[in-house]
């Protein structure tokens, strides 16, 4: 029997480690890392000098110079997210927009300062680029700048913004002026605000290439029988490559601004020009490309392989992504990050099959509100997302599904992740996602491109 003295001397053990507990508890919180919403991919990152990041230093990174084209009526929306992100890796970079300014430490180069005076003066195209001069980005209307980094991008541009029309103007005068600005890089890779470059494969693939050739290299798109390297998704152009377009550029600057006058795509204009100079088009598809991993088809639309197991976009490397929000950047960003650290970045290729095992799929594992997920087999009106699940699970080929503010319920076959979409509610059968994924036919001889 317990003693009324050994009794008081078990309480007080028993409160004193509670009070231990507690006091630990605290210590723990306060001491902490603040969390943050990509704290799954990683916690650090963002806070780390430049010189711990796992991407600087990588060989070859000192030879090339990346160049970022944007505009001011998306700096915020689109731009400003590398300053923390992409641009912190890159050594070498220019940025070009419509406007010569400061912003927030980062020179910015007017693209357009070169274009002819009487395009300058009388294009209706330059409109914006008038009002930007005189008053800055103070003469922006809130309707022309671009949309949240929660709405779906415009996949096929604006073409009433101002700014969108004024960006077709930009693309050979910029290169021009990154030749002559820094004239000694092996390597020149242009991408847009909204792009996404994968630091670490890049180089890789650039060690697969020869500088001393005439490369243009990039996502192939045709308009009007003229192949080009897709802007978006971001294009490279080896220094030999470089010099040829713009010699080119100094002796027909007239003609190419006329051509440019009657045209809608300047990405479309400058592979003409390269084209005209004998600089011949590398298609680096699907390594470079112009979804973001999101929307990118791991599969064909019945859910299963495309019908040549060898050459599968699952199994290519992947270098590039577009339509990028500001929230992908940063969690892609940190995902390359985290990539790195536990692989050799020299040698071990990501390839899509990774990002979808990696970074998609555990995107997939619980329902998400105010996100559209791409499901595209219409259902019918149904009750809740709960009854649309069910009408999922009830189709053995269905892996997805979706529910948005009308009522309409959408499933899917093959996978996709899908964007942020105020309203919409999406889902996803998680055994069936991972089943997918497991049961993709081992790779054949996807490389880098030729």
């Not at 050994?6 to 508890?25: C, G």
């Not at 009487?118 to 022309?144: H, K």
């Not at 077709?168 to 847009?192: A, C, G, Q, S």
């Not at 992947?318 to 929000?325: N, P």
Request: proline share 6%.
């Amino acid at each position: 029997m317990i003693s009324n003295k050994q009794w008081h001397s078990r309480v007080a053990f028993a409160i004193a480690l509670a009070v231990l507990y507690i006091l630990w508890t605290i210590y723990s919180i306060e001491c902490r890392t603040e969390p943050t919403e990509n704290d799954d991919l990683s916690p650090t990152y963002e806070t780390a000098s430049p010189e711990h990041l796992p991407c600087r230093g990588l060989p070859g990174s000192d030879e090339t110079l990346i160049v970022l084209r944007t505009g001011a009526t998306e700096l915020d929306d689109r731009f400003a997210v590398h300053l923390s992100t992409s641009l912190r890796c890159f050594p070498n970079y220019l940025i070009f927009s419509d406007l010569e300014e400061d912003y927030r430490g980062e020179h910015i180069i007017d693209a357009l300062a070169d274009v002819s005076p009487v395009y300058q003066q009388n294009s209706a195209d330059f409109e914006l680029w008038r009002r930007l001069r005189a008053d800055g980005r103070s003469a922006l209307d809130p309707s022309e700048l671009a949309g949240s980094p929660d709405q779906f991008a415009n996949m096929g541009g604006k073409a009433d913004n101002p700014g969108w029309k004024l960006d077709k103007w930009k693309f050979l005068p910029m290169v021009n002026r990154t030749l002559h600005e820094r004239p000694d890089f092996k390597w020149y890779v242009f991408i847009e605000g909204d792009s996404f470059l994968l630091w670490s494969q890049l180089q890789q693939y650039l060690a697969t290439l020869d500088p001393t050739d005439l490369i243009y290299a990039g996502s192939q798109m045709f308009i009007s029988g003229v192949l080009f390297a897709h802007g978006g998704s971001g294009f490279i152009v080896s220094q030999p490559a470089m010099q040829r377009v713009v010699d080119h550029y100094s002796v027909h600057k007239a003609d190419i601004e006329e051509f440019t006058d009657g045209h809608w795509a300047g990405d479309c204009v400058l592979g003409k020009a390269f084209t005209d100079s004998g600089v011949p088009f590398t298609n680096a598809w699907p390594a470079i490309q112009g979804d973001y991993p999101g929307l990118v088809p791991y599969a064909r639309a019945d859910g299963r392989s495309v019908p040549d197991e060898s050459l599968r976009e699952w199994c290519y490397p992947t270098i590039s992504y577009h339509h990028m929000s500001s929230g992908m950047t940063q969690q892609l960003w940190s995902f390359e990050q985290e990539w790195m650290m536990n692989h050799n970045a020299t040698t071990d290729t990501l390839r899509h099959k990774d990002v979808f095992t990696h970074f998609v799929m555990p995107q997939m594992m619980s329902p998400r509100d105010d996100w559209e997920n791409l499901s595209d087999q219409e259902e019918g009106i149904l009750v809740s997302i709960g009854e649309c699940r069910t009408r999922c699970i009830a189709q053995p080929d269905c892996r997805q599904y979706s529910f948005d503010p009308d009522g309409m319920c959408r499933t899917r076959v093959d996978p996709r992740l899908g964007k942020a979409e105020h309203g919409f509610q999406s889902g996803w059968i998680e055994d069936r996602i991972v089943d997918f994924q497991r049961g993709m036919a081992p790779c054949g001889s996807e490389s880098w491109p030729v």
